[in-house]
Structure formats: C-alpha cells, structure tokens
C-alpha cells in the first residue's frame, strides 16, 4: 500500500525556517518526480517547488531565494526547506508524487503559519 506522509510543519514567526519532509513508502524505487504544493482556503492548490528523480529543481516566483527542495531518491524522501518566512506562506503544504508509470500520489498536508 502506497503512504505520502508529510511532516516539519508548525507555527513560525515571520523571518524565520521550517524544513518540511514528505516520505513516500510502498512505492519502491519508481519514483519519478516529487513536488511540494501549498493551498489556503477559498484558493486554489498552489505548486510550490518540484524536483525531479536527476535532482532538477523548479520553483514559483514567490519561493525563489528562500526555499530549497532536496530528496533522497534511496529513501523516497523530499524536502522543504523554508527560510525567510513570511506570512502569506501561511498554508497546507502537500507533498506530490509522481512515478515513472505516471501513477500520482498525495499527503494529507502539513500546516505551516507563519505569525507577523
């Protein structure tokens, strides 16, 4: 059975760094791309960074600078690493994975608040 289970999120002041992890078990090694999301309500899911299995990294505009996605392909591990926090980062942060037979897998979210 496939699990995406994230973890690292909390309540942060502004300026300051969460690291958020998403491990995905149940998958082996056929993990292809694996991305972190975000979504606040009333708005629609906002992707955040994606990283593919070769370490390629892609971010939005608004996490440049600041955020940093990492993964460890032997775990089928993630990372979030967010500095510089500012409240409108405040959100559900998801965890995405996708495989190389193009099955898509979700995590229940993670909170992250960042108080001004």
């Known amino acids: 059975q496939v699990r995406v289970v994230e973890s690292g999120g909390g309540l942060v002041q502004a300026g300051g760094s969460l690291r958020l992890s998403c491990a995905a078990s149940?998958?082996?090694?056929?993990?292809?791309?694996m991305s972190w999301h975000r979504q606040t309500p009333g708005k629609r899911r906002e992707l955040v960074a994606t990283?593919?299995?070769?370490?390629?990294?892609n971010y939005v505009d608004s996490a440049k600078g600041r955020f940093a996605v990492s993964r460890d392909n032997a775990k089928n591990t993630v990372y979030l690493q967010m500095n510089s926090l500012k409240p409108e980062d405040t959100a559900v942060y998801y965890c995405?994975?996708?495989?190389?037979?193009?099955?898509?897998?979700w995590g229940q979210g993670t909170q992250v608040t960042v108080s001004s």
């Open positions: 990283i593919t299995r070769e370490g390629s990294t």
């Open positions: 995405q994975t996708i495989t190389l037979g193009g099955n898509n897998y």
């Open positions: 149940g998958i082996g090694l056929s993990v292809k791309t």
